[in-house]
């Protein structure tokens, strides 16, 4: 459920599919990934990288790890992390993809869980989420309210997400609620504000193709949050 590259198709492809016939989001992602050798590129999310190269590492925590790419990179960064998936496949995938790439397991683990439900062991200090929309029925603002509660004081919560289509498509073709916008994100976390510093709440522009070869743009609505004490 994460990844920035090539997500633009196949959000639109995983719109499409969802309308046809609503789904439970595991099934619904469960298929998804099953469908292709590989959904992500397996690189880190460019936003996710520059934001927490600023950070000490710590304990993190990657909701809706998908295929590892984001966790991966937090590990070889000192991180000592949790990917978290819905997707039995996309974790495997992802576990794979870590003993690819050489990553010591004492810092990495993969878990197959229930995003609503699963807890930590013991207190974060990142949260991130990269792109974690879905196109079927998730508790998005829920998930992320109580994900952000597991953070230690002094710790960061990410969110990096598709504020809008790319550039060559009518915003009418997607429905709005699958766009995330930082005032939208702040409004539906709906933090205590003495509790919670807003360090990052901006859109970022990138450059992207499609997959017809056309030089395009995309928004990503970037949000990082501290909680204090």
């Known amino acids: ?17 969802a309308a046809v016939e609503p789904q439970a989001p595991a099934e619904f992602w469960e298929e998804l990934y099953s469908a292709k050798p590989a959904i992500w590129s397996g690189r880190v999310n460019a936003n996710l990288a520059s934001v927490v190269g600023g950070l000490s590492p710590g304990r993190a925590l990657d ?3 998908g295929e590892g790419g984001d966790a991966i990179w937090l590990a070889q960064q000192s991180w000592r992390v949790t990917g978290i998936d819905i997707s039995s496949v996309a974790i495997e995938r ?25 807890r930590p062991a013991e207190p974060l200090d990142l949260v991130t989420a990269s792109f974690f929309q879905s196109p079927v029925q998730l508790q998005r603002a829920r998930i992320l ?9 002094g710790g960061h919560l990410l969110t990096v997400a598709h ?9 009418s073709e997607h429905p709005e609620h699958l766009f995330v916008r930082p005032d939208r994100e702040l409004g539906d976390l709906d933090l205590p504000t003495g509790e919670w510093e807003t360090v990052i709440a901006e859109l970022r522009t990138r450059e992207i193709t ?20």
């Open 1 to 17: 459920m994460t990844s920035q590259h090539h997500h633009a198709s196949t959000s639109s492809d995983a719109a499409d599919a």
């Open 63 to 65: 909701l809706g790890c």
């Open 94 to 118: 992802a576990r794979a993809a870590a003993t690819a790439a050489g990553v010591d397991g004492s810092r990495l683990d993969f878990v197959v869980g229930d995003l609503e439900t699963w």
């Open 145 to 153: 309210r109580e994900a952000a509660l597991m953070l230690a004081p």
């Open 163 to 171: 504020a809008g289509p790319p550039s060559w498509v009518e915003t």
């Open 210 to 229: 499609s997959p017809d070869g056309v030089a395009g743009t995309l928004e990503d609505s970037v949000v990082l949050l501290r909680r204090n004490g």
